[in-house]
């Protein structure tokens, strides 16, 4: 997979020289190139935001340098994400339509966003997405990419060695993910649930869903699809 980012601030990508992604790299499963969006503002000061027409508070990103970079690094058969508090609310699912992808190009809007022709006329030249982090706003959405990258690279197939941690974990399988313990049996007067030491495979699987399905009803009601017995849970506020 090969991902390109564009933004103002290159800088703030440098962790994807790092641990997960940076793995990625190592292994030859991604490219991932980042681009300073001034490279393609030819007046002195390099400009590429001006006011909105219409009015209004704020600077809106100019046209002119997001097309000349996408014609530089070419977007057709691309995917281009614009990350922004306006877009789809990024989610596992999400991540795993985008992992499916040959090529992404993140286009990471600062400023009060970027002018709306940028992403008509991307469209007409590749797949286009907005995407949102969730719901607060950010200062731009380079944080996105960052979080969006690490999210789709870790289901690259070949970039996981235990497929079965990735099936395992919390939203893959709509279900927040059951707590977890490790040794000592206790520790500051708390000890481990007795279940995870008997042995009983089938009575931990039992108690493992129960503790997710309880999770998940009390901390995220909107993912507990009705189909999902409740197994007599108490819909309460987590504290
Ligand atoms: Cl993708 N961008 C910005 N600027 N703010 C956000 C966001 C993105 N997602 C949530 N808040």
Redesign the pocket.
Known sequence: MRIDVLTIFPEYLAPLELSLAGKAREKGLIDVRVHDLRQWAHDKHRTVDDTPYGGGAGMVMKPEPWGEAFDELGIEGATVVF???S?QPFTQAVARDLASRERIVFAC?RYEGIDQRVLDEAATRAEVRE????D??????EV?ALAITEAVVRLVPGFMGNAESLVEESHEDGLLEYPVYTKPAAWRGHDVPPVLLSGDHGAIAAWRREQAVRRTAQRRPDLVHPSVPLEGVEIRPVQ
């Not at 995407?131 to 969730?134: C, F």
């Open positions: 990350t922004t508090p877009g809007g995407i949102s982090l969730g607060y706003v950010l200062n731009g959405g996105a």
